[in-house]
Structure formats: C-alpha cells, structure tokens
C-alpha cells in the first residue's frame, strides 16, 4: 500500500470513530449534518407501552453551538398526527423558518393513541373515552424526554403550549393541569370541552369553567369569524370573563384553520406571543384554586389521593401558605358533593421539619374543630379529610388572619338571586389564620364585574369576636337576563377582606332565577319513554310521584332544572347529556335527573328555573331557551 493511500485509510478510521463516540454519547447527533427542516423521531414511552413519533424544528446554528433554547410545543386536532393536520392549513415546511426567527425549538407531539384510531387524545364523547392510557400522564413524560435529550432550557418560564382545534383544547386542559410546567398556552379554534379521564370514571371538562386553573398563565385564543366553532369558542371567552381570568382574544377572517393555504401570518403571531412570554416570564399564582378531575393527582408541589370511582372533580381553593380549602363537585361550577369520598392531601416541603402545627380545619357537617399536625422529615404536612367541604388553616409564628367565604344565603336560607328586585345577600366567612386575643375590626369589600349586579353599602366594618363572622344582609340588586348561549348564568362576587394590614381575597357563586315564563308543554319521564329512551325511576305513570327520580321534558326537549325545594333531595340530583345533532360533537347537552323526597305532601308543587338547548350545525350555535316549570307531586 502506498504512504498516501495508508494514510488516507487511517484518516478514514479516525474519522469513523470520531462519528461513532460522538453518535454514542449525543443521540440527537445522529442527524447533525442533516440539511432537513424538520426532524421526524421517535422515543420509548412508558405511559404507552411502545415507541411514539414526535417532529422537532431545531433553531439555526442549534448543532454549532452549546446554547440552550426554550420550547413550544404544538397539539394537533382531529385526524392529525405529529406531521400532519390537514384542517389547520399548516405550512409546514416554512415554520422552521419561524423557528429560525424566534430562537426557540418546536416539537410537535402526536397525539395518536392507536393506529387504527383517528380520534386523538383519548377525548370526546362518552364513546370516544375508550383507553387508559392518558395524554395528561403523556405531556410530562414526553417534556422531560425532550429536557434530557435536546439542549432546552428548563423550567415553566421557557416553555408553552399551541394547540389547533382538538389540540387547542388540551393546550388550555393540559396547562390547567400543570401550570408549574407551562408559562403561556394558546388555543387556536379549540373545542370548548370534551369528557375526559378513564373509560370507568370519565367526567366533562368544560374550559368555560375552568379559568382558575389558568392562574399565572399568559393566555390567548383564536377564532375565525367563519369557524364552525365560532359561537361555543365565544362561550369559552365569556366564561374567561366570568372568571377574571385575563385572556387575549383574536378573531380573524376566515374558518376552522390556522392560517390560509401558504401563509403563516397567524400562527407566528402565536410563536411571538409565548416567546413574548419567555422574554418578560410570568409570576407563578402566589394564591390560587385548582380543579382536577383524576382520583390522584399532584399540583404546584401538592399531592392529593382519593377513593373517587365517580364522574366529579376534587377542588383546592384558595391556596397559599396559610392553608386551603378543599371540595368535591359532580360538575362545574354548583354541582352537589359527591358522596362517601375520602381525600389525603400532603402538602409541599414548605414547612419547617419535623415541627407541630396548630391547625383549624371547618367541615361543612361538623364545623370547626383544632388539631395539632407534625410535618414530616422533609417539612410536608398531611390531612386525612372527606368530600363535604373543608377549610383548612395551618397556624405559623405571627401567622396573620385570613378570611375564607364558607356559606352564603339569599333570603330566608335561599340560594338563588331573584331578578328586578332587592336580594337580602348574607355571607359567613372563616378566619383560618391567626387568632387575635382581642376583637379585631375586619373591613370587607363585596363585588361583581357583573355589570347587571350592583351592591348597595358594598363595604361592611365589623367586628370579628370568633373564627367564624356571618355578616350583615347585603341588598343586591340583579338585572341580568338568561343568556342565549352557554355562558354562564351565574353570579360571581369578589370578596376582599382587610384586617389588621393584612388582605384576604375569596369569591362565592350565586345562580340566578330569571323573570322568564313558564313552559306550557312539560312531559314527565319517571319510568316511562317520553321520546327515545327512560332515565327516570318510578311507577311509569308520566306525573311526579313522592320518592320518584324524574326527568322533565318540554314537548321534545330534555330540561336542565335548577331547583331550590325542601323537597327536592338536591344530593341526589343527577345529569345526564346528549349530543344535538348528532353529526358533531362540540358542545354536550345537560339535563338533569331529580329525586324528589319519599316524604314530599300529596299535592305540593315544586316550581323552578329550567332551560333546553337546541343546535343548528355549521357553525354550532347552541340555543338556550329558558322558562319556568311547576310540578304537582302524588303520593300513592
């Protein structure tokens, strides 16, 4: 062999060699000198059992440097897949040219569950709920893959979420869940809310409700003013609103899509809207409330378990270092409790170790009741506690007073605000925080951004003599009228509590009974078809029985009841949810299913608020059609 050829032979070697430590130790080296725009991978999932894909765009000069680059991830909708989705007119190719501009990595995932399957995200209709596998166990395996393998900057404030229709929806569901993980989502056209869970024990997670667990995080969403999605996303601004929740909200011209066929004018403005964020970060809540439909599950450091086997959701409000509230609701956002559930909650080491603790817990059964707790090694404190509503206060050295509302009531024990005239608003509030050995004088504040509500004397001064202060009658003046769509129908009052320098911030939600007339047709179903199916339980007859489950029907249309009757066992109420029409399936129907007391007098007329919805298609506008019904109960 020549000197020339041998020494080009071992130059060869050096440099095979060289190529394979480098494969060897840097995964994602293995594409390096790859002149693709994208990059279409794979990972081992343990939360699916197999491989999934996943694109990724990768930064100009990413390979060259050691920089590292904050993340946007993108969900896809129906039908689509980590490289494709054919409705969002997504040009593909030119977002890396995007990527480019704004510095930052962009994966998107797949949301695919099987292969065979082309609905995403194990979300939808009852049907569509059919696998145990979990998107939202699926995000924060899938971020910390691409933290370990890709030169990211880790922690909420580099990394956000867009997602288009579908996708849009687990972009607000999934940074609701883990808002210590994300610091900006954007919802293109997304669905407004979907059942979600596992197939046994799946529970409707309307967005509309559920702001709250959007606290500290920077939020837009989009819709075409032509989208078949247009009036339920409007819905979903409304409840933003209702909330208090700060949101932008873009509308442009077109339908169900990101962008027009070979522009990305729209989607960029996204891309800089979370890159905005990553530039300016956003303050985690300092005191927050979280909803959370799983049996278990951890949030912002807070670990909670259950024996829930229902549809539901488990509520921490109002937390902070002072204590929480904790509370069950079959739905969002007046439900009833749900029954005979056990909770755990373990909170974060954020307290001194192996310290005891005075705590106040109140219980809406028993009242209040004083415990001493010892935090753990680690300084975590843990509460054994059930489902019918609990404050809890956890006492510290100098700990100041901090105020919870814990009832409400409208009149002589009412519940609902009445219409065009004067309401009698009484609130009772807890101190869970420090207890003064002297009166102390506490100045509340009571407000809505309701502009049909207004509060006459909204400042009270009083004098707190006990943990608990129930105060003086508030005169509430309500014009609100039903509304036609799904917004909410309800009344939100701020509270703000100022003792001794110290401010306390809570709400209550009041339901409202509208001046509307009463429905003519009404049709009883306690056994009996009344249009395609039974859903009451009771002798068959078509009239109200005492000791019945009924659901109540105007002409053709299921009623959604809303009921304040002694004899009415409000526990026991029940919903159930159809799908109007049939050819789509955003926006679920509510009807309920009430059970009236075995007790109830012959002839007692249990009068209420009810509404109906109907649907047209394209775009899905859902109609609501309020009235009043009276019922006359039987006894046998």
């Not at 032509?226 to 209702?242: C, F, K, R």
């Not at 809540?285 to 049996?295: E, R």
Request: with cysteine.
């Amino acid at each position: 062999m020549k000197k020339g050829s041998a020494q080009l032979t071992g130059n060869l070697v050096k440099c095979f060699l060289t190529m394979l430590i480098v494969i060897l130790f840097n995964p994602e080296a293995v594409h390096s000198q790859s002149s693709e725009r994208y990059r279409d991978l794979t990972h081992e999932s343990k939360v699916f059992g197999h491989e999934k894909f996943y694109r990724i765009y990768l930064p100009a000069g990413y390979d060259q440097s050691r920089l590292r680059y904050p993340v946007i991830y993108f969900f896809h909708g129906w039908g689509g897949r980590h490289f494709k989705d054919d409705n969002a007119k997504l040009e593909y190719e030119k977002i890396k040219d995007l990527v480019d501009k704004y510095n930052v990595i962009l994966v998107m995932w797949d949301g695919n569950i099987e292969l065979k399957e082309p609905r995403a995200y194990n979300a939808g209709y009852h049907e569509d709920v059919k696998y145990q596998v979990q998107m939202a166990d699926y995000f924060p395996e899938l971020v910390n893959y691409i933290d370990s393998t890709y030169r990211t900057l880790t922690g909420r404030n580099n990394r956000g979420i867009i997602g288009f229709s579908m996708g849009g929806f687990m972009s607000f569901f999934l940074a609701g869940k883990y808002p210590d993980k994300v610091c900006a989502a954007v919802s293109f056209a997304g669905a407004p809310e979907y059942f979600v869970g596992y197939p046994d024990n799946h529970t409707l997670y309307p967005i509309r409700y559920t702001f709250k667990n959007l606290q500290g995080v920077n939020l837009r969403m989009y819709s075409g003013d032509s989208d078949i999605l247009y009036y339920l996303n409007t819905e979903v601004h409304q409840g933003a609103m209702w909330d208090g929740i700060p949101i932008e909200y873009r509308q442009f011209h077109g339908g169900h899509m990101i962008d027009k066929p070979g522009e990305t004018k729209v989607f960029e403005s996204a891309i800089k809207f979370v890159t905005d964020t990553f530039k300016t970060g956003v303050e985690p809540a300092k005191h927050w409330t979280h909803y959370d439909l799983y049996q278990n599950f951890d949030v912002r450091g807070y670990h909670i378990e259950s024996d829930k086997r229902e549809p539901g959701y488990i509520i921490l409000k109002n937390v902070d270092l002072n204590g929480f509230g904790i509370y069950t609701r079959r739905w969002l956002p007046t439900g009833p409790s749900i029954h005979d559930l056990h909770l755990k909650v373990t909170t974060p080491p954020i307290y001194e170790p192996n310290s005891t603790y005075e705590t106040v817990i109140y219980n809406s059964s028993s009242g209040i009741n004083t415990k001493n707790v010892v935090s753990d090694s680690a300084g975590k404190l843990s509460f054994e506690l059930d489902s019918q509503g609990n404050e809890i206060g956890i006492i510290r050295k100098d700990c100041p007073a901090e105020y919870a509302a814990i009832d409400y009531s409208v009149g002589d024990k009412g519940k609902f605000l009445q219409t065009d005239k004067y309401n009698a608003l009484t609130i009772r509030l807890l101190n869970r925080g420090g207890e003064n050995v002297n009166p102390q004088p506490i100045r509340i504040t009571v407000s809505s951004n309701d502009l049909t509500v207004s509060v006459k004397d909204s400042v009270i001064n009083v004098t707190a003599f006990d943990r608990i202060v129930t105060l003086p009658a508030l005169k509430v003046f309500c014009t609100k009228v039903p509304p036609q769509h799904a917004d909410p129908p309800e009344v939100k009052f701020k509270l703000t509590v100022e003792s001794g320098g110290n401010i306390s911030a809570d709400e209550i939600i009041v339901p409202v009974l509208f001046n509307v007339p009463y429905f003519s047709n009404i049709r009883i179903d306690d056994g009996t078809v009344v249009r395609d199916k039974i859903f009451g339980k009771g002798n068959g007859s078509g009239s109200a029985d005492a000791g019945e489950s009924i659901l109540v029907y105007e002409g053709e249309n299921r009623l959604r009841l809303y009921v304040e009757d002694p004899w009415v066992i409000n526990n026991d109420e029940r919903l159930t949810d159809e799908i109007i029409p049939a050819i789509w399936g955003d926006g679920y129907t509510l009807s309920s299913i009430i059970h009236i007391s075995p007790d109830c007098p012959d002839g007692h007329q249990i009068e209420c608020m009810a509404n109906y919805e109907t649907k047209s298609y394209n775009p899905i506008e859902r109609k609501v059609t309020w009235g009043k019904v009276r019922i006359t109960v039987h006894r046998n």
